[in-house]
């Protein structure tokens, strides 16, 4: 398996912050990298696929880069709708895993 | 508009069996992988396999693989999930996805079902 490990665990910030979470794969991914978001009591969204392809509805500010094993999402300016949990999962082989997920709560 | 819907929510005892579903809608459900994958209470996202509805090939996650069973019904649009004995531990919310395949094999999952919570408790 290929391991996600996502950083930080979870963060605090205000409305209007630039939010910036890493994922790093266990071994090279090349691009084959998505970013999810996912709300309490609700399914995973597709953000970002590709490590820097922006899904079709989802804000510009939000925005994905990297490639090999270190990736980052960054949110430029934090809105109330952002608070959630964020998953990094890569797609380089057959068996996808996820990372452990990244909570972005109010400060 | 794509869709992919549930079954409702189950409440099992140890030891019994169990097939939940997922139902497309809006597309061609032949054409796309349909993906399953779990979250336990209070923690992340774990893959467990994946299906193509059209000739029902079928691979799983190692850490799943023998554990539950995939499959899909074409003519009715619907994938299930099933389990022949269930443990306490497959207490879960259980999603099914579908997958896009983007640039050079660059897959994710672009459309989600609303989850079904599984509970197996004696």
């Known amino acids: 398996d290929i391991q996600m490990t996502q950083s930080p665990s979870s963060l605090s910030a205000s409305v209007g912050d630039r939010v910036t979470i890493t994922c790093r794969a266990s071994q090279n991914i090349s691009s084959y990298l998505n970013w999810y978001q996912q709300k309490p009591g609700k399914a995973p969204k597709l953000l970002i696929y590709g490590a820097s392809s922006l899904q079709s509805g989802v804000p510009l500010r939000i925005s994905g880069s990297g490639s090999g094993t270190d990736f980052t999402l960054t949110i430029s300016s934090l809105q109330p709708e952002d608070f959630a949990t964020y998953y990094c999962?890569?797609?380089?082989?057959?068996?996808?895993?996820f990372g452990q997920g990244t909570k972005v709560e109010i400060k | 508009e794509v869709q992919l819907v549930q079954s409702g929510a189950e409440v099992k005892k140890p030891g019994e069996s169990l097939k939940i579903s997922c139902k497309g809608s809006?597309?061609?459900?032949?054409?796309?992988?349909i993906g399953w994958v779990r979250q336990m209470p209070g923690k992340g996202l774990e893959w467990m396999g994946i299906?193509?509805?059209?000739?029902?090939?079928?691979s799983y996650s190692p850490s799943f693989q023998g554990q539950v069973t995939i499959s899909a019904d074409k003519s009715i649009s619907t994938a299930f999930l099933q389990w022949s004995s269930l443990r306490a531990s497959d207490t879960a919310i259980y999603y099914c996805a579908r997958r896009r395949d983007g640039y050079k094999g660059r897959y994710y999952f672009d459309y989600w079902g609303q989850g079904t919570l599984v509970t197996v408790s004696s």
């Open positions: 299906i193509y509805p059209g000739d029902s090939d079928t």
């Open positions: 809006g597309y061609s459900f032949t054409n796309y992988w």
């Open positions: 999962q890569q797609s380089y082989i057959t068996s996808w895993t």
